[in-house]
């Protein structure tokens, strides 16, 4: 790592400790056992994209100075560009609530809601020893480790959008991940029958939400990306019915699951065999996910495949993936209608930091 790099990464986790600590200064006794916890304990490790409990305090239950704190914390871990996007999905809850007449439950009071965003802080904050932090709610998952005043791990970063796209006043639209998808079609396009997987595209990300990724992991049906079942058993029923139904659209059969399971050994066509322009655009596309944070990521396009499954038609659904070592980016826009897009960018090798963590106890306790 370059003296620059490592230098702006001290320089974020500096701002990242500052926020989290007046954020915790600011919470009273009964809010800071859900907005804390240990950097060790397996909640750190577990993450969810779905309307979910993700665990921590949310925005609900804190008072507009807390709030304001909060989201300073969360800015502190994200680029300009990444914190608007971030704030665009929130505010597309009250979007989807319109969309589907105000009727959604999930087994809370209001199933979407821009106030059920959670945070949690791991560990205490310091330029010395390890902490962390989370911000998760639908459609946001960030996860950030600090090793001895230095940012070291940003993954898994999840972003998404429902609607994809919605009307604005003009004729415009609100498309917060327009660019995510539009670079990798156009790529998909030039590329042809070289990089499809499969005609099909997957109900959802092939690797989901797991906490870590291994080789054959396949599609997770949507009831299983939630933290437990509901207490009201008929919620439980719509949700599993709705999960069964966004699998049969699909149409995925073991042809499909086998196209598309994860493999440590990358699918798709090399980076190094593009031409200069699509070499242009996978440098573009892989922008819109490393340019969420604030850290520069030091990754060449020679050491990225790209693979991409269902039809290259807008409005189409359509999943892409480009992984190379110590990467994986997917992406899907599958359900209601091919208008609701998942995006997420993981570190197989260090999700969560893990594998810095490790090193560190090592050091620091052998």
Not at 216 to 225: F, K, N, S
Request: net charge negative.
């Amino acid at each position: 790592m370059t003296d620059s790099r490592r230098s702006t990464r001290r320089e974020v986790a500096a701002a990242m400790t500052s926020a989290a600590l007046s954020w915790l200064d600011l919470l009273d006794a009964t809010q800071r056992p859900a907005a804390t916890g240990t950097v060790d304990g397996g909640e750190r490790l577990r993450w969810f994209y779905t309307p979910t409990d993700h665990g921590g305090l949310t925005l609900h239950e804190q008072r507009p100075a807390q709030q304001r704190a909060a989201m300073k914390l969360v800015a502190s871990g994200l680029s300009r560009a990444g914190y608007v996007t971030v704030a665009t999905i929130i505010g597309l809850e009250n979007v989807l609530d319109h969309t589907e007449g105000f009727t959604a439950r999930f087994d809370r009071e209001r199933g979407r809601d821009p106030g059920l965003y959670y945070l949690r802080v791991f560990g205490t904050p310091s330029g010395e020893g390890t902490w962390g932090w989370r911000f998760g709610g639908h459609h946001v998952s960030l996860n950030n480790l600090v090793a001895d005043g230095e940012l070291v791990s940003a993954t898994p970063c999840f972003m998404g959008a429902d609607p994809a796209t919605s009307p604005l006043l003009g004729g415009a639209a609100n498309r917060p991940l327009g660019r995510v998808e539009d670079l990798a079609r156009e790529l998909a396009v030039s590329l042809g029958d070289r990089a499809l997987l499969s005609a099909k595209a997957p109900s959802d990300l092939v690797t989901g939400n797991r906490s870590t990724i291994a080789e054959g992991d396949r599609v997770i049906p949507l009831a299983g990306i939630w933290r437990s079942a509901f207490a009201d058993p008929a919620e439980w029923a719509k949700l599993r019915a709705a999960s069964d139904a966004i699998d049969d659209a699909a149409g995925y059969g073991d042809r499909e699951h086998e196209a598309l399971k994860y493999t440590a050994r990358p699918k798709g066509v090399p980076g190094a065999d593009l031409t200069a322009g699509q070499r242009d655009l996978l440098d573009a596309l892989l922008g819109t996910y490393f340019d969420r944070v604030p850290v520069p990521t030091a990754y060449t396009v020679d050491d990225a495949h790209f693979a991409w499954a269902g039809s290259t038609e807008p409005g189409a659904p359509h999943y892409y993936r480009v992984q190379g070592s110590r990467l994986l980016i997917e992406w899907d826009n599958t359900q209601r209608g091919a208008n609701h897009a998942h995006s997420v960018w993981r570190d197989p090798s260090n999700d969560f930091g893990l594998d810095v963590l490790a090193a560190h106890r090592s050091r620091h306790h052998s």
